[in-house]
């Protein structure tokens, strides 16, 4: 998480233009995972909170990672525009978006292709990673990322 977030600090969106909160727990356990993956899904994730906010002032963007029971939390909020029920329902379909390709001297431009949430859950779905979304329209978005893991102990004990 730090490592993609120094990559998004080059971003003037985050780097300029919002007020960034991180709250990274010291005790998160080590474990094995394809690092490009998680960070991936943590790329689009984070990419939809900057975007969620480009029309907004006052932006804020809330991360944390923290370790609950058996698994590692990882929690994206952010104060933008929100979703409304239908959108959020959408939100991990393919091709599905609700921003406009754009330009307009912004760089990087805003792609929009609907396939950042899809592709997450996509390759997060065999790790047994849940992606979850909770939004209200005007109050921002919370994506969770449920990340299960057992320690490299446990499994030498079966």
Excluded at 15 to 29: F, G, R, T, V, W
Excluded at 66 to 90: F, P, Q, S, Y
Aim: charged fraction near 30%; aromatic fraction near 8%; glycine fraction near 8%.
């Amino acid at each position: 998480v730090k490592t993609e977030l120094e990559f998004y600090k080059a971003d003037p969106r985050l780097k300029h233009e919002s007020n960034l909160i991180l709250d990274i727990a010291d005790d998160l356990p080590t474990f094995r995972a394809v690092g490009g993956d998680f960070w991936q899904a943590f790329s689009a994730l984070l990419t939809n909170a900057i975007e969620a906010t480009d029309e907004k002032g006052g932006k804020t963007l809330q991360i944390s990672l923290k370790h609950e029971g058996d698994e590692i939390v990882l929690v994206v909020n952010d104060n933008g525009v929100g979703m409304d029920a239908e959108t959020k329902a959408r939100a991990f379909d393919a091709y599905f978006t609700t921003k406009e390709p754009r330009r307009d001297g912004r760089y990087p431009p805003v792609l929009a292709t609907g396939l950042g949430l899809c592709h997450a859950k996509n390759m997060m779905d065999p790790l047994g990673v849940t992606i979850e979304l909770d939004s209200e329209p005007g109050k921002g978005t919370t994506a969770t990322m449920r990340i299960p893991y057992q320690k490299v102990s446990d499994l030498y004990q079966r």
